[in-house]
C-alpha cells in the first residue's frame, strides 16, 4: 500500500480513489438488504405431480411395472438371454421359482431407482439356514439384496433377509411366517466412476422390510460374492434388476420400479 500511496502521489499511475472508498470498518446502522420471506422461496419449475397408489404398496402413477401377476413380458431367462423367463406364474396373482431352470431378470435396465417387490417363501416350509426360502434381489446385475425365508431360522448375520449379502447385516429381523408375503420397499443409489474407471463414490441403499427400516443409507462395499471380499472391479453403467434361483420355490407379486 506504500507504494501505491507513493505512485499515487507522483501521478506516475492514475487509480481512483473510490477504490479504497468502498470499504469501511464501521457496520451499518440498517441491514442495507433486508431479507425478506420471498428471497428464499423456489416456485419454478413446478413440482411434477405424481399419482399415488390406491392403496400402500400399490403403483404410483409413474411407476414401471416389472409384474402384477398376469405375465411375465418385462423378463427373460439369464442362462439363456433374450429366451422368456422360465418360471411360472400361479393364479394370475404371483410368479414362482422353477428350481433349476436359472435366475430370470429384465429387460429394461436400471441405475438409481425406488423398488417394490413382495416375496414369500415356498408354501412347503423344508430345510434350515441358507436352504429354506432362499433367492436374491440383484441390482445392476451385481449387488445382492437378500431374500430368504429368516422367521424363526438361525443364519449368518450377513446372509439373512434384509442383508446386503455377505456384507451389511440387517438392522433388524422383522420377518413375517413362511406363509405370509413379505414386502420391500428399496431406495437403490448406483455407484459413480471416475473417467479413469476408478471408483468415484460406491452404491448406497435404503431398504424397508415390512415397513421396518433394516438398511439405513448403507455402502455396499461391491460385488456381493459368495466367496472372498467385496470390490469394484470394473465401471459400469445402467443395468438389469435379476432375481435369483437358489433351488427353492420362492414366490414373487407386485414389483414396480420408479428410476430417479
Not at 499511475?13 to 431479507?35: D, H, N, R
Not at 414401471?64 to 413380458?73: E, K, M
Not at 434381489?137 to 451385481?142: H, K, M, P, S, V
Request: with cysteine; proline share 8%.
Amino acid at each position: 500500500m506504500k507504494n501505491i500511496a507513493k505512485l499515487l502521489v507522483t501521478g506516475m499511475v492514475a487509480i481512483s480513489t473510490s477504490t479504497f472508498a468502498q470499504y469501511s470498518s464501521t457496520p451499518p446502522e440498517v441491514s442495507p438488504m433486508p431479507m425478506k420471506p420471498e428471497m428464499t422461496e423456489i416456485w419454478e419449475p413446478e413440482i411434477g405431480v405424481v399419482t399415488p397408489g390406491a392403496k400402500l404398496g400399490d403403483a404410483p402413477s409413474d411407476a414401471i411395472i416389472l409384474f402384477d401377476g398376469s405375465n411375465l413380458n418385462q423378463w427373460e431367462s439369464s442362462k439363456t438371454p433374450g429366451q422368456p423367463a422360465p418360471w411360472k406364474i400361479v393364479n394370475n396373482d404371483h410368479m414362482e421359482v422353477v428350481p433349476g431352470t436359472g435366475d430370470i431378470k429384465t429387460k429394461m435396465k436400471f441405475g438409481d431407482c425406488q423398488l417394490h417387490l413382495e416375496f414369500s417363501a415356498p408354501d412347503k416350509v423344508e430345510g434350515v439356514s441358507q436352504g429354506r426360502g432362499n433367492s436374491g434381489l440383484f441390482f445392476q446385475d451385481r449387488y445382492e439384496l437378500q431374500i430368504l425365508d429368516s422367521y424363526q431360522n438361525r443364519t449368518y448375520r450377513n446372509g439373512q433377509a434384509g442383508s446386503i449379502y455377505k456384507d451389511v447385516p440387517p438392522l433388524v429381523n422383522p420377518m413375517r411366517g413362511p406363509l405370509e408375503w413379505n414386502t420391500y420397499d428399496v431406495v437403490y443409489t448406483a455407484p459413480r466412476f471416475k473417467a479413469s474407471g476408478a471408483l468415484d463414490a460406491p452404491a448406497r441403499i435404503t431398504v424397508f422390510l415390512n415397513g421396518v427400516l433394516v438398511q439405513n443409507n448403507s455402502t455396499i462395499a461391491g460385488l456381493t460374492l459368495y466367496i472372498g471380499l467385496h470390490n469394484y472391479p470394473e465401471a459400469h453403467g445402467d443395468d438389469v434388476i435379476h432375481l435369483q434361483d437358489h433351488n427353492n420355490k420362492t414366490q414373487f407379486r407386485n414389483i414396480w420400479i420408479r428410476p430417479l
